[in-house]
């Protein structure tokens, strides 16, 4: 799964991702479910970014959140479960624009958070969907069997989020639902990196740079 995350919107990714709207600068070192976040998809005249919130609302829901979470889809059954399907069946898919997220390990004195990133890239982007449902648009990222590096750090469910190359964008925003589907892989765990960070992380109101910092080794 996917629960908290990094990421910042601004001139730079405009330009490398060739959005032709944006909302304008946004930067979150925690980002935490159901709050606004910017996705990038598809309009008529070219790619956009959104503010939308995360955690979807079916669009037969009338804008109102259910009682369970919706931030990650699982691809096993995106196109089957009642709260997905309708938007995975009309394409309306799109990116989350991450410098990289957070999971969880479970060991034998608790729960120690990493911060997990894409090696080579400053930022990169997480595949999902998004919805409009009475006023209210949302989005989710979808999640599969995890690779070697993060089954062992989610070593609870051993999942991790959809991870879509730049190169795969237009496939991914644009391609047929066939072609979409042959890009939900697991990216491979050598072109990514990881760190443990401190529990400072845990508490979604601690927003700054600390959150992702490498923890200090025992005795350093």
């Given at each position: 799964m996917c629960g908290?995350?990094?990421?910042?919107?601004?001139?730079?990714?405009?330009?490398?991702?060739?959005?032709?709207?944006?909302?304008?600068?946004?930067?979150?070192?925690?980002?935490?479910?159901?709050?606004?976040?910017?996705i990038v998809r598809q309009a008529e005249d070219g790619r956009e970014a959104v503010m939308v919130r995360w955690g979807l609302i079916p669009q037969w829901a009338e804008g109102k959140a259910g009682k369970y979470s919706t931030i990650n889809a699982r691809a096993e059954t995106v196109a089957s479960a009642a709260s997905y399907r309708g938007a995975w069946k009309a394409g309306r898919r799109c990116l989350f624009p991450v410098t990289g997220f957070y999971?969880?390990?479970?060991?034998?004195?608790?729960?120690?958070?990493?911060?997990?990133?894409?090696?080579?890239?400053?930022?990169?982007?997480?595949?999902?969907l998004w919805e409009r449902s009475g006023e209210v648009e949302s989005g989710t990222i979808i999640t599969l069997?995890?690779?070697?590096?993060?089954?062992?750090?989610h070593n609870t469910r051993q999942r991790m989020p959809l991870i879509v190359d730049a190169k795969d964008f237009d496939v991914w925003l644009n391609g047929e639902t066939i072609e979409a589907e042959s890009l939900i892989k697991a990216y491979p765990a050598?072109?990514?990196?990881?760190?443990?960070?401190a529990t400072y992380v845990n508490k979604p109101t601690h927003n700054d740079a600390r959150c992702m910092e490498r923890k200090p080794q025992m005795g350093s």
């Open positions: 908290r995350y990094v990421t910042r919107l601004d001139d730079a990714l405009e330009r490398e991702w060739q959005l032709i709207r944006s909302p304008g600068f946004f930067e979150s070192f925690n980002v935490a479910p159901s709050t606004q976040v910017p999971e969880w390990q479970s060991t034998e004195t608790g729960k120690q958070p990493w911060f997990i990133r894409v090696a080579d890239a400053s930022r990169f982007a997480l595949g999902g069997d995890a690779n070697e590096l993060l089954a062992k750090i050598s072109r990514m990196e990881a760190w443990p960070v």
